[in-house]
């Protein structure tokens, strides 16, 4: 393990302003073509892609929308035909949509007490989007079930009364499969990987949440709100894809999950996250200059919490690598932060893209391969009792020769900017980097425990 200190080092760069990038028509068209060979090797006759705002990813992907405030279908055939169930107020959209489709109107789809007068009961709408006897039909929500116990290719999570109109226009006949792992499957779900377009798309949002982040951490001060802190956090009008912390103190007082009124003091703990599209970033720490402002019971958060966690992000960092397996990451944060001291639950990681968790590769003897093109988030959350927790959660891709080279050409002010982080974290974070890892958030790395003082962090000896 490293020697880590608390020392003096510059804050890491920030750009404001950058443009999107909008995925091409030729992503687009790879995209559909993913899917279709993965369905025909499923068996499948036809693809159908379940969206609501919340749950879009799967649809958006092939579509480039989401149905916003309704639900949708995308029924998706063998032989590449599209066809987009939508409610009122989306039916506009079709006419934009990133493929050709046919649309038929589902005003069950549509927001309550709004008019639902459709002649045509909705399984005779499906027979006519091409859910008919007879076809092996994938059924594709959002989650994958992966419990040992549970017959997961017949469960589903789409709304009962979708699948129950399937299964009618199916008319008993029709074989129905749980096909979400065509796009969030682990090892080799279509939206596991990212090409050089995609990658630039996503690194708008990772830049922004790690900007608005900075940002924010740098406005703390005792005496104003969660609110004050967390209005830093809404970047260019952007949605987020996560629900916005900007926590004082003991969170969830009285079941409260938003930014409110309560005033920061002076040692309190304090979190923040932010999302968008790419990439979330997320801090935990202590409002205090130094650690003799501390309560005496957590005076030895430093070395108690800051510095371990610290060591496993760096090892994360450092250990990742194209071509390793779930498996052995997930080895490696177990052994230099033990769950059983730390208490930390969910996967030491896992893959971001529309959504801040897309699905993980990683977990206890998982085989799951790291490939080029993934984008994954350090997600590492140790809880040791009575103490603030410690969280620098931020985005990186990994990329191999090819893919380095086209992001370079491609998207040269992109590159500068992942040029410019890795940079700053060798030199003055003092982690080693693989080249294939590639910071896609500015504050990759970056641990500030004591938030009062902005000109110092943990770094590598």
């Known amino acids: 393990m490293p020697m880590v200190t608390l020392s003096s080092i510059p804050q890491p760069a920030v750009w404001h302003g950058v443009p999107s990038v909008t995925l091409s028509d030729e992503t687009l068209r790879q995209r559909k073509a993913s899917v279709l060979s993965k369905m025909q090797q499923h068996g499948l006759d036809a693809l159908i892609v379940y969206a609501d705002k919340e749950h879009g990813g799967n649809f958006e992907y092939l579509t480039g929308f989401i149905p916003r405030f309704e639900e949708a279908l995308l029924v998706l055939q063998a032989s590449g035909e599209a066809v987009l169930v939508l409610g009122n107020e989306n039916l506009k959209l079709a006419a934009h949509a990133r493929l050709t489709n046919r649309v038929i109107h589902a005003p069950w789809f549509s927001l309550p007490n709004q008019p639902m007068d459709n002649k045509k009961p909705l399984p005779e709408l499906l027979k006519e989007a091409g859910v008919t006897a007879g076809k092996k039909l994938g059924l594709a929500g959002w989650k994958l079930f992966t419990g040992s116990g549970d017959d997961v290719l017949q469960m589903f999570d789409l709304p009962a009364f979708i699948v129950d109109a399937i299964r009618l226009a199916g008319e008993g006949t029709a074989q129905l499969r749980n096909a979400t792992g065509i796009f969030i499957d682990p090892d080799g779900g279509v939206r596991t990987v990212n090409n050089a377009n995609e990658l630039a798309h996503y690194e708008y949002g990772a830049n922004l949440a790690s900007t608005a982040i900075l940002t924010a951490l740098n406005a703390i001060e005792p005496g104003k709100t969660e609110k ?57 720490a202590y409002v205090v200059a130094n650690a003799s402002e501390l309560a005496p019971d957590v005076a030895d958060y430093l070395d108690v919490v800051a510095k371990p966690y610290f060591c496993a992000v760096v090892a994360w960092l450092e250990h990742l690598h194209i071509g390793m397996k779930g498996g052995e990451i997930y080895d490696v944060i177990e052994r230099i932060l033990p769950k059983a001291e730390y208490h930390w ?57 090819t893919l380095r080279q ?39 790395g970056y641990l500030r425990p004591w938030l009062l003082d902005q000109g110092r962090a943990l770094v590598c000896k």
């Open 345 to 401: 639950h969910l996967n030491p990681g896992h893959l971001v893209a529309d959504e801040e968790w897309l699905c993980s590769p990683i977990g206890p003897g998982s085989a799951a391969t790291l490939k080029s093109g993934m984008l994954l988030q350090i997600d590492i959350i140790p809880s040791r009792a009575g103490y603030a927790g410690a969280s620098i959660e931020d985005t990186v891709a990994l990329a191999d020769v």
């Open 228 to 284: 004050q802190i967390a209005s830093l956090l809404a970047a260019e009008g952007q949605p987020n894809n996560v629900v916005t912390i900007a926590a004082t103190g003991d969170r969830f007082a009285w079941a409260n999950l938003y930014p409110g009124d309560k005033v920061i003091q002076r040692g309190d703990k304090f979190s923040l996250t932010t999302s968008y599209k790419g990439g979330l970033t997320s801090r935990a």
């Open 406 to 444: 086209t992001l370079a050409s491609d998207y040269p002010a992109l590159w500068q900017r992942i040029v410019a982080r890795r940079a700053y974290i060798a030199e003055h974070i003092g982690i080693r980097l693989p080249d294939e890892v590639l910071p896609m958030s500015n504050t990759v």
